[in-house]
């Protein structure tokens, strides 16, 4: 058989995804922060890209018809869009414009639960200044020269919580100091502002803040010599100990418990950010009305116009490149639609499905899916997953994420239905708050109240969602409560 080069035609089919399918899968995964900084640099990088003022005055002419098309479909007003009130199936509910609510910016979400509350200007403060700055500043007023070196050296091994984790025969190697002059000034760091700082373990700590608050005497030195035996309550032993009677037990106790035992948590590492919300959700006369909160996002638009302007004369590169600018303009304006259609159609079937939540609370949520979602609106489980994703609901009851609304079920015991996880979280909480010191409920307790309301859930279930919530054991509870009093 001769060997020699031939052609051969052969018909193939292949799914590929494009750039703009890439890029519209990639935005639709973002939350309405994310894709602020998003089109921040789209708008940087697209001449033809273009802001509506806040009045939209005149936008439609200056331009063109692109922004003109694009305004009212975003908003959920065009001829296909989808509906954006969401609680008789397949219907459109018509909203008075007196009940229409929209948010053109974060203020605008103040009042939704009715509270009335202004604004807290507090919450535009600089942030405070770190544990490390604020010692650093005690160092030069208490210390100069080589100590003042040693403390900075002590200071920056301090960790968040205001614990020192450090050797300091290791420390004074390093820095080639005799240990005794570390010893000195470590003694003087404990004595900055916050009391207690410094310290190297936590009766070192309390120890620190007793004796600044005069109240280090033999007997409370014993006991913060035995603060395990004041973690398992064993108040008798401690009582022989200490050498002291129950008043003064019980004094002791109360003067312990008002110390700090991480005092460097008071500064923080810098201001809390507010999660800001991308839908809102509110009842109105006809229905459930969601909303994408379009007070983050600009408002783009593509500026045909300029357009015109530069392709006049332009040479045949200059042409092309304008075209390619222009393709991708409209193409993110479309993409930028399709987004809020999405996410209001997949929120909108996520309120229809939790409305019990929504009207009554976590106790009447039902267990949801990813599948019921995307079976319910005709889409793709992982769509639905992209839009779920760090992104948050405000509603009358205030902020959620989107993915609180789906977890799985309880059966019921009479096998009518089922309940979801987060309504039988909140019943294992409210048992656990309202039992009384003198009868702290054992998990196996938890699960027979919780069968005699209607709720199968087997023990392991309720120690493994107690310990979600934080909740130590009954033992455990019944020590805090001792010490509490």
């Known amino acids: 058989m001769a060997l020699g080069p031939r052609l051969d035609l052969r018909q193939s089919q292949s799914l590929v995804m494009t750039p703009q399918l890439q890029q519209a899968i990639k935005l639709l995964a973002l939350s309405n922060l994310e894709l602020e900084a998003y089109l921040a640099e789209a708008l940087e990088g697209n001449p033809l890209l273009d802001t509506a003022s806040a009045d939209g005055d005149g936008a ?158 033999p007997a409370m030195a014993t006991m913060i010599a035995h603060l ?74 593509v500026n045909r116009r300029y357009y015109s302007e530069l392709a006049r004369g332009a040479a045949a590169k200059s042409k092309a490149w304008l075209s390619e600018q222009l393709a991708g303009a409209n193409w993110l304006v479309r993409a930028l639609d399709q987004r809020q259609r999405t996410i209001v159609k997949v929120a909108s079937e996520i309120v229809r499905q939790q409305e019990g939540f929504f009207l009554h609370g976590v106790a009447h949520m039902r267990p949801l899916t990813l599948r019921q979602v995307a079976e319910a609106i005709g889409m793709h489980e992982s769509t639905v997953s992209r839009v779920t994703s760090n992104k948050y609901l405000s509603c009358a009851r205030g902020l959620f994420e989107l993915k609180y609304f789906f977890s799985s079920g309880i059966a019921a015991t009479d096998g009518d239905g089922a309940v979801s996880a987060e309504a039988i979280k909140s019943r294992i909480r409210a048992l656990i708050e309202a039992e009384d010191a003198k009868a702290i409920l054992s998990d196996e307790t938890i699960a027979q109240k919780l069968a005699a309301e209607g709720h199968a859930v087997a023990r392991r279930t309720v120690v493994k969602y107690r310990e979600a919530m934080g909740y130590g054991s009954s033992v455990q509870r019944r020590r805090q409560k001792a010490l509490a009093g």
């Open 60 to 217: 439609g002419d200056e331009r063109g018809e692109e922004a003109g098309a694009a305004a009212p479909e975003a908003a959920g007003e065009g001829p296909d869009a989808e509906p954006t009130l969401a609680s008789d199936a397949g219907s459109d509910l018509d909203v008075d414009f007196d009940e229409r609510f929209h948010h053109d910016s974060a203020s605008d979400s103040v009042g939704l639960s009715g509270s009335g509350e202004a604004v807290d200007f507090d919450s535009f403060a600089g942030a405070e200044g770190t544990l490390y700055d604020h010692l650093l500043a005690q160092v030069g007023e208490r210390f100069d020269g080589i100590e003042a070196m040693v403390a900075e050296q002590i200071v920056a091994l301090i960790d968040e919580a205001g614990y020192l984790r450090a050797d300091l025969a290791d420390l004074a190697q390093r820095l080639g100091v005799p240990l005794a002059l570390v010893e000195a000034v470590l003694a003087g760091v404990q004595g900055f502002d916050p009391s207690g700082v410094g310290a190297r373990d936590l009766a070192e700590c309390v120890a620190i803040q007793a004796r600044e608050a005069d109240r280090y005497d």
């Open 228 to 301: 395990d035996l004041v973690a398992k309550g064993a108040f008798p032993q401690l009582k022989r100990i200490c050498g002291v009677d129950d008043e003064d037990l019980a004094d002791m106790i109360r003067e312990l418990r008002g110390y700090d035992p991480k005092p460097g948590l008071r500064f923080g590492g810098g201001a809390a950010q507010a999660v800001v919300p991308d839908l809102f959700v509110q009842r109105t006369a006809q229905g459930w009305a969601v909303e994408v909160n379009s007070g983050t996002l600009p408002r783009l638009l």
